[in-house]
């Protein structure tokens, strides 16, 4: 259930990444609220990653589903 939440909310996300040529995948959601999540495309190699995963990813994730404690990629 908590995994199917944080699939929605990452939808809603999709688009900004990809509009820049980026995206993301889901790898893991663990019941801890730990979400792990692999940066594809230009957001894979983009120095500004690790800033738009926590800065735009992560709390938009955390106002989306409470539930999430933190974002990190693989």
């Known amino acids: 259930m908590l995994r199917d939440k944080v699939e929605e909310a990452l939808d ?9 040529g980026g995206d993301l995948e889901l790898i893991d959601v663990s019941d801890e609220g730990k979400v792990t999540v692999k940066l594809t495309g230009a957001c894979g190699s983009c120095p500004m990653s690790q800033m738009t995963l ?5 709390q938009r994730l ?11 990629a693989q």
């Open 54 to 58: 926590k800065m735009g990813v992560e």
């Open 12 to 20: 809603k996300i999709r688009p900004a990444l990809q509009a820049d």
């Open 62 to 72: 955390r106002e989306e589903v409470p539930e999430v404690v933190s974002v990190d």
